[in-house]
């Protein structure tokens, strides 16, 4: 079902709004998170320049994909579970929450294999996830892992480490967690393919993100508005 003018024009108003706030915060890039939001929603935000959204299931996502071809590319910005890697390495533009070596090992198996398929032209960026609390029902590696992990990406053959992803768990202080995790990834930065990606800040804290070295910033609401009730 395609979005009516009005509906059109409530997005445009919204991402223009966002993309405001984020240059008076400092500048990064945006990415606009489309889970639960219908595809015809993420066509029209390539047509306002969109070039990239992001999403948090791996089947809603491998089903957007397939309908958009590429336009925009998506993001996994969600948790993946290992038996899951093939898949979103075949249409994954970047996988941002990288936080086990069971996963990375997962995901440039299934990049290798969608390169020899002719399903990826190049290897997988992927951001390494790290954690400020160490609770696994979030994701997330803990500082003193980060390096180690950082190694082992660095090698794998068909995967291009980019850089950190982090959230601050609820009730922390975020200004604080974005600062640590804005260290951690200058610590790694000489194992990060191109300039290090820092993707950091969402709705409510993209500008204490920004402010504390964020390079793209994670909105969904925000851009999109209220998830449709399903």
Same mark, same amino acid.
């Given at each position: 079902m395609e979005l009516t003018q009005q509906q059109q024009g409530d997005l445009a108003r919204r991402l223009r709004d966002v993309r405001q706030r984020v240059a008076v915060a400092g500048g990064a890039d945006l990415l606009p998170i489309t889970k639960f939001h219908p595809v015809e929603a993420v066509r029209v935000l390539a047509q306002f320049g969109v070039g990239a959204v992001g999403e948090n299931r791996e089947q809603e996502a491998k089903a957007k994909y397939e309908v958009l071809a590429g336009r925009p590319e998506i993001h996994m910005v969600g948790q993946i579970q290992t038996k899951k890697a093939n898949s979103v390495a !075949?249409? =994954? =533009?970047?996988?941002?929450?990288?936080? $086990?070596?069971?996963?990375?090992?997962a995901l440039d198996r299934g990049a290798g294999l969608a390169m020899e398929r002719g399903d990826r032209l190049e290897k997988l960026p992927v951001l390494l996830q790290f954690s400020a609390d160490g609770d696994p029902q979030r994701g997330g590696v803990v500082a003193s892992d980060i390096d180690a992990l950082a190694d082992e990406a660095q090698h794998c =053959?068909?995967? %291009? &480490? !980019?850089? &950190? +992803?982090?959230? /601050? /768990? &609820?009730?922390?202080d975020a200004a604080s967690v974005f600062a640590q995790g804005r260290k951690l990834l200058d610590s790694i930065a000489d194992r990060v393919? #191109?300039? /290090?990606?820092? $993707?950091? #800040?969402?709705?409510?804290? +993209? %500008?204490?993100?920004? =402010?504390?070295?964020s390079t793209l910033v994670r909105v969904g609401t925000d851009i999109m508005g209220p998830r449709p009730v399903i």
């Open positions: !075949r249409w =994954a =533009a970047a996988v941002h929450t990288v936080d $086990s070596s069971k996963l990375l090992q =053959a068909n995967l %291009e &480490l !980019r850089g &950190l +992803m982090t959230v /601050p /768990p &609820l009730g922390s393919v #191109g300039v /290090p990606v820092y $993707s950091a #800040g969402m709705s409510q804290d +993209m %500008e204490i993100a920004i =402010a504390e070295g």
